[in-house]
Each structure stands twice: as C-alpha cells, then as structure tokens.
C-alpha cells in the first residue's frame, strides 16, 4: 500500500513538478491479477484498483497497516467498474457488475472478491473507501438508476452530465459520496467555474481518454494554482483547501469521491473567476 501524508497549503506552494507528482498523482491503478491501494492521511481516504483476469482479486490489506483484522471491518466502501463485465462477491453473494455500475459496500462486509467473465477483456474495479462509524446495506446501481445532473454549455465547452451514485439521496453511506462525470463529445472543461469545499476532500479518477489524450488538472489555492499533467486511469487526491478543475485534450470521463464533514453535494465555496492567479 502506498502512503500519502497531507500536505500544508504552504508547503504545496513551494513544490516542482515532480513534488506535486509524488505527493498528489496516483499514476498507476490497475495491475493484472492484482491489487492496488493508495492510502492518503486526507481524511483517511483509500484508494485503488482491482483487475481481475484470469483468476479472481479478493479485497485485503495488511491489517499492521490498517489496524483492522479484514478491509472493511471499519470501513466502507464504493466500486464502480472501468472495465469489461464482471462480477463483486460480498460475503457469498454474488453482484453482476456491468461497465459503470456501481457497487456500495458498507462496514462490517468480511469477504470481498472481484472476478472478470472474460479475462481477454477484463473488469477494472476502480474504487474509494474511507471509515465507517455505522453500517448501511449492500446495494447496486446501474448507471440508468443514477441520479443524473445536467450542467454547462456547449458555449463554454463544459457540457456534462453528473450521475450521483452514492450520496444523501440515493444510496445510503455513512459519509462516502460517489459519482461520474461524463463530458459531452466536443467539451473539454470539468468543474468550471470550479470550487473549494473546506469541509470535504476529494478523489478524481479520470478515464474513458485516448492513448494520446490528457488531462490538465488543475489544483492549489484560488491564487495560488498549480496544474498536473494526467493520463487515462491516473487520480488526483484534492484536499479541501485546493481547488479541482481540468480541461483535456478530448472529451473523457471522470469518477469523483468525497468524505469529509457531511454529504451534502452542493456545500461548496464558489471561486469567482477573477480571483484565480
């Protein structure tokens, strides 16, 4: 397991490239047959990738680095599937997960098992978790059963959709909120006019990009913004104090994760355009 330390806001303005690399870029998620977890101290947030191929991947963690005898004895956990069809075994019961369906799994869950149906071409299980203090139900969404947000404008290159998955009014979590934003073919712009929530941290996965393609996102304080250069199946960790926009070389999907004070989707501080150096 990879691990993060949060970072001062003064400390971030001092970082080089290769500084906000190491500390805020996840670039590699996905292994064949195996595991990937990135653990950051912002608010305790894990996150990762499982690719099962031709055998399946189960959910597990070094428990002297969790402190926890199974993943998600406290802890739970959102899934959504980046890749082929496959399926998400809990505890002996089995889900089918189709591209982009989401599985909520909450805390107390002792056997989790990822598996592909085809290994030629296999699920990628991209997924957050964070701590738990209550246990909420197992459920599945399908992305038809989302909550869908429709916002921006062909105009300012930013029309998008955003399916809410887990959140306040959809499925019940403890404090995971999770969801997908998929840009309409010709925009390029995420969250802009964009926002900081200081009662929240957030997780940007970005794929569904070209082998050429990336994103430019963009982070740091309103006046003090920096940018990263990020590629298909790379996250971002944005911590509450940063801002967390990007604008891409093609349209592209991206999965966001929050945990923090409370759930509510629309708690953020807006930044006006004129204030962002």
């Known amino acids: 397991m990879d691990i993060r330390y949060a970072v001062h806001p003064e400390q971030a303005r001092t970082f080089g490239t290769a500084e906000l690399r190491k ?12 595991l990937v977890l990135t653990y950051t101290h912002v608010d305790r947030f894990i996150v990762g990738g499982a690719q099962p191929a031709d055998r ?15 993943f998600l004895e406290r802890r739970e956990i959102g899934i959504i599937n980046v890749g082929g069809r496959g399926t998400v075994t809990v505890d002996g019961t089995e889900y089918a997960m189709e591209p982009k369906d989401c599985l909520y799994i909450g805390r107390g869950a002792r056997d989790v098992t990822f598996a592909s149906l085809d290994a030629a071409d296999p699920a990628k299980f991209y997924f957050n978790s964070c701590p738990a203090h209550q246990t909420y139900p197992t459920v599945k969404a399908a992305i038809s059963e989302a909550t869908p947000r429709h916002l921006g404008s062909p105009e300012q290159s930013n029309e998008r959709t955003i399916y ?17 934003t998929m840009l309409k073919p010709g925009s390029m712009w995420n969250t802009m006019p964009c926002h900081t929530h200081n009662r929240r941290s957030e997780v940007y996965f970005y794929f569904d990009m070209p082998a050429d393609g990336v994103v430019f996102h963009f982070m740091g304080e309103p006046r003090e913004t920096r940018h990263l250069v990020v590629r298909n199946e790379q996250a971002v960790i944005s911590p509450s104090w940063s801002i967390h ?33």
């Open 23 to 34: 500390h805020f870029l996840i670039e590699s998620l996905f292994r064949a047959n195996g």
């Open 56 to 70: 399946s991947v189960k959910l597990a963690a070094d428990p002297g680095e969790m402190g926890a005898s199974h």
């Open 164 to 180: 809410q998955y887990i959140h306040e009014n959809g499925i019940q979590s403890c404090q995971l909120v999770m969801g997908m």
């Open 245 to 277: 926009c990007g604008a891409g070389t093609s349209s592209y999907t991206f999965i966001w994760g929050m945990a923090g004070e409370n759930q509510a989707f629309d708690d953020m501080d807006p930044v006006a355009m004129e204030d962002l150096l």
